[in-house]
């Protein structure tokens, strides 16, 4: 993509309670981009009109919930990590007019596992709560990691075996949390805690070395990660994922280096 976008857009199902809007305009404003973020609340049965009016804008933007799979669909040139995901979150219009994605969710949860770990150790073994599209971003990061292997813990068998299928890092999969007693890192992939009290898995199920990592963020970061810092564990919530899947859709969109700290800076003030 060369021309700067028509419009930048959020397109989600409901997206009123986004912080991406807050920390992408901060970023736009500090780069003198004379451009707005905006949230688009769009209904599943509309989202197909709604994708061709941005195309005609030449819009690009960020897509979630329930929307990743039906935008790759969509697209005409995904990128490889949004193939091997199956879903796009950062979407944009090419110069010949063909819609175009890539999935940053998966460059958003290896920033925030650096962040929790450090570097990235070799031979880990990684429990994963949760089979949907957020877990299918983890399962294309964690795959690319030297010796690694998965424990993947859903409720619903087909899920949970459809992404044991498509990817070989998954050695086991159950709806048995006892599972994730042998984990070195355990990662919240389900929706479990955004109600600011119920924990995908109790703490005490964890190895005591083992680091945990949700995905969910909300004020005050979750229950699960206050849990495991008081036990002792290294542990983060999913604002910092959230951030740089936003950073690096940004610099897809205009090509220049974006202000991180700037963005994080306006994601926590909206987080707290
Ligand atoms: P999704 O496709 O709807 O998948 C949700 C998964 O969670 C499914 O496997 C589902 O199990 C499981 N689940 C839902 N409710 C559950 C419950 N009460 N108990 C146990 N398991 C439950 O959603 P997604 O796109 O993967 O997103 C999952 C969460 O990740 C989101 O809620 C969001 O908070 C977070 N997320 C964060 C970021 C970030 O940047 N920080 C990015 C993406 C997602 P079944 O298969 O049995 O239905």
């Known amino acids: 993509m060369t021309a700067r976008p028509g419009r930048l857009v959020l397109l989600g199902h409901p997206v009123r ?4 809007p807050r920390f992408q305009n901060a970023a736009l404003d500090v780069l003198g981009v004379p451009l707005r973020y905006e949230a688009l609340d769009v209904a599943p049965d509309a989202l197909d009109a709604c994708l061709d009016a941005l195309i005609a804008e030449r819009a690009a933007g ?3 919930i329930p929307h990743k799979g039906r935008v790759a669909a969509r697209c005409a040139r995904r990128t490889a990590i949004a193939e091997r995901v199956g879903a796009v979150n950062t979407f944009w219009v090419d110069d010949d007019g063909a819609l175009a994605g890539d999935n940053t969710d998966v460059g958003g949860f290896e920033h925030l596992a650096r962040r929790v770990l450090g570097e990235i150790p070799a031979d880990v073994h990684v429990g994963l709560l949760g089979a949907g599209g957020a877990a299918a971003a983890v399962l ?3 795959e690319r990691w030297s010796g690694s ?27 048995d949390t006892s599972a994730l007693a042998g984990c070195d890192i355990v990662v919240n992939a389900t929706p479990v805690g955004l109600d600011g009290t119920a924990l995908p898995v109790p703490v005490a199920r964890l190895a005591p070395h083992a680091a945990a990592i949700d995905l969910v963020y909300r004020p005050g970061e979750t229950a699960w990660v206050r849990a495991a810092r008081e036990t002792g564990r290294r542990a983060a919530d999913g604002l910092a994922m959230l951030v740089e899947q936003g950073a690096l859709a940004l610099e897809r969109w205009l090509g220049v280096a974006a202000p991180r700290e700037v963005m994080w800076r306006a994601a926590c003030e909206g987080a707290s």
């Open 140 to 142: 294309a990061a964690i």
């Open 62 to 64: 960020n897509v979630t």
């Open 17 to 20: 309670h986004s912080l991406s």
């Open 149 to 175: 292997e998965v424990t993947l813990v859903n409720r619903s068998a087909a899920r949970r075996e459809a992404l044991r299928a498509r990817f070989p890092v998954v050695r086991r999969a159950t709806d």
